[in-house]
């Protein structure tokens, strides 16, 4: 009986030592199943792909076969070429910015007609987020003041588009999961009914693995609950473009009391789509279809910096916007948004009227309007900061 009780103590014994690592495996083998199964509905078979020198791999896949189509809303969806119509303004005066804005990938290669670009998803991407199921989209706010803003706001009202030059720089990111970006958002309802459309540069190196300056695109028609993501990290935006894709990072940046590098975009709403054209390349759209109240137009329009502070250390992030300098510093020195117009009933640019600013945290990141009367800078803000600092500990 001795000898039996204890062979079933030992054995106990082993079973619990086993145990952990046997379940542990088993959620290693799960995890590393959705990976895989997630991997390949991202990155469809390309036709030829681009080693690039940021370190990105840029498939180049049929236009027809990309992430966009895998929405169960576009699986009988027509692809649009192109829109209608192209908003033109009210006034006279146009002059055409320098074309000189590329990204990273060019230098190594271009994609044949009736492809598009997509960004390769690596199994790394993946892993960096905070869940397998939430990758892609925006994580919501931790704590209360955990993202921070220096923009320029519209008044509520029918707005069917926006454009605007918006200057590039590189912001240092303090922490991985921590953000710095610039954007444009064309929002209609609040609250869980929120959609909204999303385009500007960020530096996130917790989501692209570095701290590179990159375009991106979003969209959300439940307040970023379930719908939407990042670029083509869920099917949605519809890519048109062979030369720009969302997700791939900037060769020229401003340089402080230097060069500086504006990046015209244009968003508008046309035979129920959202297009994006950026300088004078038709990117993609959003189809009307995705959303609820976005559907019809939009009601309010924003641009302007976003960061996140996750106070490490108990301290302020140290976590730039823009330039990193506040918007008291002018041009060259602080980032800028310039030429603001929105797209009226009437499908004509009119420039932006009667904006109002909002800082969340002014003695870290500002925002200031700029003085009119320059065609080449019409209504225009400066923004930015550098997170702590004296004034902001």
Known sequence: MVGMAGFMVALVVITVIISPCVYGRELFDQREIKVQRLLKRLNKPALKSIKSKDGDIIDCVPITSQPAFDHHLLKNHTIQMRPSFIPEGDSTYT??????????WHKNGECPENTVPIRRTKKEDILRGKSIESFGKKTQQS???????????????????????????R????????????????SSGRGSSLNTIEVGVQVYPGKYGDNNIRLFVYWTSDGYKNTGC???DCPGFVQRSKRI???????QVSQYDGNQYGLPILIWKDSGNWWLMIDEELVGYWPGSLFTSLGDKATRVQWGGEIVNQMS???????????GHLADEW????????KLMTVDGANTLREAQDLYPFASNGNCYNVKAGNGGNPDWDTHFFYGGPGRNVNCP
């Open 95 to 104: 002059k055409k910015e320098a074309k000189d804005i590329t990204q990273v």
């Open 143 to 169: 704590r209360p003041g955990d993202h921070e803003y220096a923009i320029m706001n519209s008044r509520e009202g029918s707005y069917y588009g926006t454009k605007f030059v918006m200057n590039i720089w």
């Open 171 to 186: 912001p240092e990111v303090e922490v991985p999961n921590e953000f710095s970006l610039a954007q444009t958002w064309l």
């Open 230 to 232: 990042y670029n083509s």
């Open 245 to 251: 894709t969302a997700g791939g990072s900037y060769t």
């Open 313 to 323: 250390g108990g301290r302020h992030t140290a976590t730039g916007m823009g330039s």
């Open 331 to 338: 041009y060259k020195k602080a980032s800028y948004f310039r």
